[in-house]
C-alpha cells in the first residue's frame, strides 16, 4: 500500500505502481476552476485516471488509509523542517543530495533515540 501527494498523481506513477501491483492512494488535490466550455468532449485517459483516484481516496475507505499518513509521513517531515532547519539541501546532484537526506534522516532518528534514553542515564548516573 502507498500514500503520497498530489504532486504523484500522474498517469505515469499510476501505471508504475499498477504494474508493480501496488495499492496505490494518491491525493488528487484542488482544481483550478475552468471553463466548463472548453473542456474537450472525450475524456483522456489521464483524467479518467484522476477521476477513479478520487473516487478511490474520497471512499470510506480510502479516507481512512490516507488519514494515516497524517501520523506517519508528516510529523518527521515537520520536525526536520522546523526544528532541525533543513529547508533544502546544500549539496547539488542526486547522488549528492540523497547522502546529505539520509544524513538528515540518521540525525533525525538519533535525536528521538536520545529524547527516549532511560531515567537512569538522563540523571548522569
Same mark, same amino acid.
Given at each position: 500500500?502507498? *500514500?503520497?501527494?498530489?504532486?504523484? &498523481?500522474?498517469?505515469?506513477?499510476?501505471?508504475?505502481? #499498477?504494474?508493480?501491483?501496488?495499492?496505490?492512494? !494518491?491525493?488528487?488535490?484542488?482544481?483550478? =476552476? @475552468?471553463? %466548463? /466550455?472548453?473542456? +474537450?468532449? #472525450? +475524456? *483522456?485517459?489521464? /483524467?479518467?485516471?484522476?477521476? *477513479?483516484?478520487?473516487?478511490?481516496? @474520497?471512499? %470510506?475507505v480510502g479516507r481512512e488509509i490516507y488519514r494515516?499518513?497524517?501520523? !506517519?509521513?508528516?510529523? +518527521? !517531515?515537520?520536525? !526536520? %523542517?522546523?526544528? #532541525?532547519?533543513?529547508?533544502?539541501? /546544500?549539496?547539488?546532484?542526486? =547522488?549528492?543530495?540523497?547522502?546529505?537526506?539520509?544524513?538528515?534522516? @540518521? *540525525?533525525?532518528?538519533? &535525536? %528521538? &533515540?536520545?529524547?527516549?534514553?532511560? =531515567?537512569?542515564? #538522563?540523571?548522569? =548516573?
Amino acid at each position: 500500500m502507498l *500514500t503520497a501527494d498530489s504532486g504523484y &498523481l500522474g498517469l505515469n506513477h499510476i501505471r508504475h505502481g #499498477q504494474e508493480r501491483g501496488v495499492d496505490a492512494y !494518491i491525493a488528487v488535490g484542488r482544481e483550478p =476552476a @475552468t471553463d %466548463k /466550455s472548453k473542456q +474537450p468532449a #472525450q +475524456p *483522456t485517459e489521464a /483524467s479518467r485516471a484522476r477521476d *477513479t483516484m478520487r473516487k478511490k481516496v @474520497t471512499a %470510506k475507505v480510502g479516507r481512512e488509509i490516507y488519514r494515516r499518513r497524517k501520523a !506517519i509521513v508528516e510529523p +518527521p !517531515i515537520g520536525h !526536520i %523542517k522546523q526544528a #532541525q532547519g533543513v529547508r533544502k539541501f /546544500s549539496l547539488r546532484g542526486i =547522488a549528492k543530495a540523497s547522502c546529505e537526506w539520509l544524513f538528515v534522516c @540518521t *540525525t533525525h532518528n538519533l &535525536l %528521538k &533515540l536520545f529524547r527516549r534514553r532511560p =531515567a537512569a542515564l #538522563q540523571a548522569g =548516573a
